[in-house]
């Protein structure tokens, strides 16, 4: 059964980093484009960074750009979120997503507070 399962969420506090890891199983991960997306409380679920199958093409949104950096390893079927300079506004549940057919895990919160 294919399944995506976030981790790597908690509590930091502003300027602070974590790196969110996405781990894939029960189909090929290495076939899909794969993104990540947020959604904070209140507010629609928005895409964060979307990378190809071979991790050689990345698109990262504008909010995060320059302090979020996406990226995958193929051998252990693994997405990450590497994210830096964390502000407030990152605070959301983080959910990882397969493309073409689509699949989404369960999410992960990271919330940014002093």
């Known amino acids: 059964q294919a399944r995506l399962v976030e981790s790597g969420g908690g509590l930091v506090q502003p300027g602070g980093s974590l790196r969110l890891s996405c781990e894939a199983s029960?189909?090929?991960?290495?076939?899909?484009?794969m993104s990540w997306y947020r959604q904070a409380p209140g507010k629609e679920r928005e895409l964060v960074a979307s990378?190809?199958?071979?991790?050689?093409?990345?698109h990262t949104a504008g909010s995060v750009m320059g302090r979020f950096t996406i990226s995958r390893d193929n051998a252990k079927n693994t997405l990450y979120l590497h994210m830096s300079s964390l502000k407030p506004e990152d605070t959301a549940v983080y959910y990882c997503?397969?493309?073409?057919?689509?699949?989404w895990g369960q999410g992960t919160l990271v919330t940014v507070s002093s």
């Open positions: 997503k397969r493309h073409n057919v689509e699949l």
């Open positions: 029960g189909f090929g991960f290495s076939a899909y484009p």
């Open positions: 990378i190809s199958q071979s991790g050689g093409n990345t």
